[in-house]
């Protein structure tokens, strides 16, 4: 009797578990599917050009202020923001809230290898979704944040190096027109 019990729960967890799904999870609490489709779209098709070529707001170009602006990292399987992170993240606040305040913001959680797809990608949202909170807090515009998870498939070190793994736990930010 208990063998076919276990063997029932067994089976129904293996059904109702699915298949994983390896695209990136974005966040898209912060506006409907279909204008988060739209605002893509014209994204997409939109082109705002300068005399440099860049896309520019006043004085300083998307990439000028991206270059500013620092990535969040974080210890090993961990979601929290340091104390030394905190410090960066105001300092990014600061200059999103002075200088990008026109631009939708998109936070890029991203992890190191350890740990499956599906935990890395959940990691990588826990860790954009940490940072979004503390930047909210430091009085930037929740409505223009939104947050996409790319688990362990965004690396910037390839090396097996406790160093470069750490290099990989992070928080990116990207500025969009």
């Not at 063998?3 to 293996?14: E, P, W």
């Given at each position: 009797?208990?063998?076919?019990?276990?063997?029932?729960?067994?089976?129904?967890?293996?059904?109702?578990?699915?298949?994983?799904?390896?695209?990136?999870?974005?966040?898209?609490?912060?506006?409907a599917?279909?204008?988060?489709?739209?605002?893509?779209?014209?994204?997409?098709?939109?082109?705002i050009?300068?005399?440099?070529?860049?896309i520019s707001?006043?004085?300083?170009?998307?990439?000028?202020?991206?270059s500013?602006?620092?990535?969040?990292?974080?210890?090993?399987?961990k979601?929290?923001i340091?104390?030394?992170?905190?410090?960066n993240?105001?300092?990014?606040?600061?200059?999103?809230k002075?200088?990008?305040?026109?631009?939708?913001?998109?936070?890029?959680g991203?992890?190191?290898?350890?740990?499956?797809?599906?935990?890395?990608?959940a990691?990588?949202?826990?860790?954009?979704?940490?940072?979004?909170?503390?930047?909210?807090?430091?009085?930037?515009?929740?409505?223009?944040?939104?947050?996409?998870?790319?688990?362990?498939?965004?690396?910037?070190?390839?090396s097996?190096?406790q160093?470069?793994?750490s290099?990989?736990r992070r928080?990116?930010?990207?500025?969009?027109?």
């Open positions: 009797m208990k063998s076919i019990l276990l063997s029932s729960v067994v089976t129904a967890l293996l059904v109702f578990s699915g298949c994983s799904d390896k695209s990136p999870k974005v966040d898209d609490t912060s506006s599917s279909s204008t988060a489709t739209q605002e893509v779209e014209a994204v997409k098709t939109e082109t050009a300068s005399d440099n070529g860049m707001s006043g004085s300083e170009s998307i990439s000028d202020l991206e500013k602006l620092t990535s969040v990292y974080f210890a090993f399987d979601f929290n340091s104390s030394q992170m905190k410090n993240v105001s300092a990014d606040a600061a200059i999103i002075a200088n990008a305040s026109s631009y939708s913001l998109k936070l890029e991203n992890c190191d290898e350890w740990g499956s797809d599906e935990y890395n990608f990691l990588g949202l826990k860790r954009a979704d940490a940072v979004k909170k503390a930047l909210v807090a430091e009085g930037a515009d929740a409505s223009k944040i939104t947050m996409v998870s790319y688990g362990e498939s965004n690396p910037t070190c390839s097996k190096t160093d470069c793994w290099k990989n928080v990116d930010f990207k500025l969009l027109p």
